[in-house]
């Protein structure tokens, strides 16, 4: 994945990369499945965060649940549509950011803030 940012943050802030990438990771998953399809459940921490995703999919649809006593679904994917709908951004704390933002002297590039995110449409 190509990194955009300035100064010391990073990320892909541009919504029509991160559609082109999850939608050629989506083309890769379901032609990789056609050849050796993967379970319809699995469990695992694929972040490695300590905390299991539980993955359910079946030949159109992906969604991943994040068992952390919220239930909340991280990603929701449509294979025929090569699209993620859980394709957003929000702002958070980072190591990153907060070293930039508390002073110029680590970081002389960065801004005062970071660039706004806000949520893809």
Do not use: W
């Not at 541009?14 to 999850?22: G, I, M, Q, S, W």
Request: charged share 20%; glycine share 8%.
């Amino acid at each position: 994945m190509t990194l955009t940012g300035t100064g010391c943050s990073a990320g892909c802030y541009l919504p029509h990369l991160r559609r082109a990438v999850y939608a050629a990771l989506l083309a890769l998953e379901r032609l990789l499945d056609q050849f050796d399809p993967r379970a319809t459940s699995l469990c695992l921490d694929l972040d490695l965060d300590g905390v299991d995703e539980l993955f359910l999919r079946n030949g159109e649809l992906q969604a991943v649940v994040k068992l952390d006593g919220s239930a909340a679904m991280v990603e929701l994917d449509a294979y025929a549509l090569a699209q993620n709908f859980g394709d957003t951004l929000r702002r958070h704390a980072s190591t990153i950011t907060g070293a930039c933002s508390a002073g110029r002297q680590r970081c002389p590039r960065a801004a005062a803030s970071p660039p706004p995110m806000t949520a893809s449409t």
